[in-house]
């Protein structure tokens, strides 16, 4: 607020109670901030990124949004871009017996997941009044989703090392 000019400030909403959609544990109310609509003239272009590392997963990210106002029309864009990147690997191995032998069994699996997330939107305003403005807009979402998983299992006698059985399975 402090790097606000008053003129820039529409409403300001205090509430001490929690509304009906919000947890009402620890919550000592909200402050909500509108700000009035900038009509001057011209363009605007904002673009973001940055990334997380969370357990050797990437989370990378991009925002651009933009918009260009002449006159009483606003024409305006905005695409969100997140990737989530997680790997999982899991091993593990047990005794079991087969016709009165024993066998080990071993299994590996290492499951990559890439998910792409892409949220949009693109509209026009049109100030049809002083205090009256027309939006039509179409918002988005598309999520892509890829796995490239490897596992594999033996089933071997402890003693000699003798293969029993042997699985290995790839999906795309």
């Known amino acids: 607020l402090s790097g606000m000019q008053g003129e820039q400030l529409g409403v300001v909403e205090i509430s001490s109670t929690p509304s009906a959609n919000e947890e009402a544990n620890g919550c000592a109310g909200h402050i909500v901030i509108n700000t009035k609509k900038y ?97 039509v807009s179409f918002d988005g979402y598309y999520e892509d989703w890829r796995v490239n998983s490897f596992s594999h299992a033996l089933m071997r006698l402890p003693q000699t090392n003798e293969i029993h059985y042997k699985s290995l399975s790839h999906v795309v």
């Open 39 to 135: 009509k001057e003239e011209g363009f605007a272009f904002y673009i973001s990124g940055g990334t997380g590392l969370s357990a050797h997963n990437l989370f990378p990210q991009a925002n651009v949004s933009g918009n260009y106002r002449t006159g009483r029309v606003n024409l305006y864009g905005l695409l969100d871009v997140n990737v989530k990147n997680k790997r999982f690997e899991q091993t593990g191995e047990n005794f079991t017996f087969h016709k009165g032998e024993k066998f080990l069994y071993q299994r590996e699996g290492i499951r990559p997941i890439e998910t792409t997330f892409y949220t949009y939107k693109i509209g026009m305003d049109w100030d049809i009044a002083p205090r009256h403005t027309a939006e």
